[in-house]
């Protein structure tokens, strides 16, 4: 989770108000520090030590690991109120349950009744305020038809504002397309993420960021956007860095699937239609994948239980 954890109550458009900051990550935790005041840092990757009159840095752990996140929680001396779940796949909210167990109360919110336990649905375009930060939902369907993404902003910050795409949109990629039409994901991509301001920080679920560009480079081999972007993740690759966020702007000029109507794009797939060309990247991306590591059968089975296409055997 990244969080940046700040005072007051949390308003929504619907439902009752609740109490919390935001974070950020596949299922963003979101937690609330007890007597701080809100003072000025960096979005979404600092979290408030009320003891010390300081921030905690980069606190960043999928829900997934309930009981590993609840230690970094209680060690940082804050309290755990809120989930902002992107999609209901068991690799992003297979921790609510539990949560919700060890912290009675637990508020869990998303845009899909599949989320694991989700006490309220969120809406398109609805906002939520955390003190001085704003979160903005926007649903994005494409990898799952219930995925909701979360743009955010601080009242009175020079910082850039921030995106938290889960599986929507990665460096240099974005999710499979599972449940919806390539039209819908077209609308969910370029239209809805690929219009934000371009100094957004783009915060994604998973770190697929070598592979993604490798295929960048395959559908536009004389970009020098994608070249320079594929040199510099090797690099923080040998050095064990993280190669997120990044930023709309640079996704704008290296991500093909934001870059369907350009004609390099274009050329590479034979089609002009927008939603066409991202279609025929999905299926050409699906097929790199699987020529660079083929899947073992029990690895297949895995991905599968992860993204719900299978379930999980209940005891007689």
């Given at each position: 989770?990244?969080?940046?954890?700040r005072?007051?109550?949390?308003?929504?458009?619907?439902?009752?108000p609740?109490?919390?900051?935001?974070s950020g990550?596949p299922c963003?935790?979101?937690?609330?520090?007890?007597?701080?005041r809100?003072?000025?840092?960096?979005?979404?990757?600092?979290?408030w030590?009320?003891?010390?009159?300081s921030?905690l840095?980069?606190?960043?752990l999928?829900n997934?690991?309930?009981f590993q996140?609840?230690?970094?929680?209680?060690?940082?001396?804050?309290?755990l109120?809120?989930?902002?779940?992107?999609?209901h796949?068991w690799?992003?909210?297979?921790?609510?349950t539990e949560?919700?167990?060890?912290?009675?109360?637990?508020?869990v919110?998303?845009?899909d009744?599949?989320?694991?336990?989700?006490?309220?649905?969120?809406?398109?375009?609805?906002?939520?305020?955390?003190?001085?930060?704003?979160?903005?939902?926007?649903?994005?369907?494409?990898?799952t038809?219930?995925h909701?993404?979360?743009?955010l902003?601080?009242?009175e910050?020079?910082d850039?504002p921030?995106?938290?795409?889960?599986?929507a949109?990665?460096?240099?990629?974005c999710?499979?397309?599972?449940e919806?039409?390539?039209q819908q994901?077209?609308?969910?991509?370029?239209?809805?993420?690929?219009?934000?301001?371009?100094?957004?920080?783009?915060?994604?679920?998973?770190?697929?960021?070598l592979?993604?560009?490798e295929?960048?480079?395959?559908?536009?081999?004389?970009?020098?956007?994608v070249?320079?972007?594929?040199?510099?993740a090797k690099k923080?690759?040998?050095?064990?860095?993280?190669?997120?966020p990044?930023?709309?702007?640079?996704?704008?000029?290296y991500?093909?699937f934001?870059?369907?109507a350009?004609?390099?794009?274009?050329?590479?797939?034979?089609?002009?239609a927008?939603?066409?060309v991202?279609?025929?990247?999905?299926?050409?991306?699906?097929?790199?994948?699987?020529?660079?590591?083929?899947?073992q059968p029990?690895?297949?089975?895995?991905?599968?239980?992860?993204?719900?296409?299978?379930?999980?055997?209940r005891p007689?």
């Amino acid at each position: 989770m990244r969080g940046a954890l700040r005072p007051g109550p949390v308003t929504g458009a619907r439902g009752p108000p609740l109490s919390g900051c935001p974070s950020g990550s596949p299922c963003d935790q979101l937690a609330q520090p007890k007597g701080a005041r809100p003072l000025p840092g960096a979005l979404c990757t600092r979290a408030w030590r009320p003891n010390t009159g300081s921030y905690l840095d980069h606190l960043h752990l999928p829900n997934s690991h309930p009981f590993q996140l609840l230690e970094i929680v209680g060690r940082e001396g804050v309290s755990l109120t809120t989930v902002l779940t992107t999609h209901h796949h068991w690799d992003h909210a297979r921790g609510n349950t539990e949560l919700a167990r060890l912290l009675p109360g637990l508020v869990v919110l998303g845009a899909d009744e599949r989320i694991c336990a989700l006490t309220r649905r969120l809406a398109h375009g609805e906002e939520l305020r955390f003190g001085a930060i704003h979160v903005r939902c926007l649903l994005t369907p494409g990898h799952t038809l219930g995925h909701m993404s979360y743009f955010l902003w601080e009242d009175e910050c020079l910082d850039p504002p921030a995106v938290f795409s889960g599986d929507a949109l990665s460096v240099a990629g974005c999710g499979s397309r599972l449940e919806t039409t390539a039209q819908q994901m077209y609308h969910s991509l370029v239209e809805t993420l690929g219009t934000l301001p371009p100094e957004t920080k783009v915060f994604c679920g998973h770190e697929h960021t070598l592979g993604n560009l490798e295929f960048a480079q395959k559908v536009e081999p004389w970009n020098n956007h994608v070249k320079a972007k594929l040199s510099w993740a090797k690099k923080r690759d040998e050095d064990d860095v993280p190669t997120v966020p990044s930023t709309l702007g640079e996704e704008l000029l290296y991500n093909p699937f934001l870059r369907v109507a350009e004609e390099p794009v274009r050329k590479f797939t034979g089609k002009v239609a927008p939603a066409e060309v991202l279609e025929v990247l999905c299926r050409e991306r699906a097929s790199f994948e699987r020529a660079a590591e083929p899947l073992q059968p029990q690895a297949r089975a895995l991905l599968a239980l992860q993204w719900g296409l299978l379930s999980m055997p209940r005891p007689k």
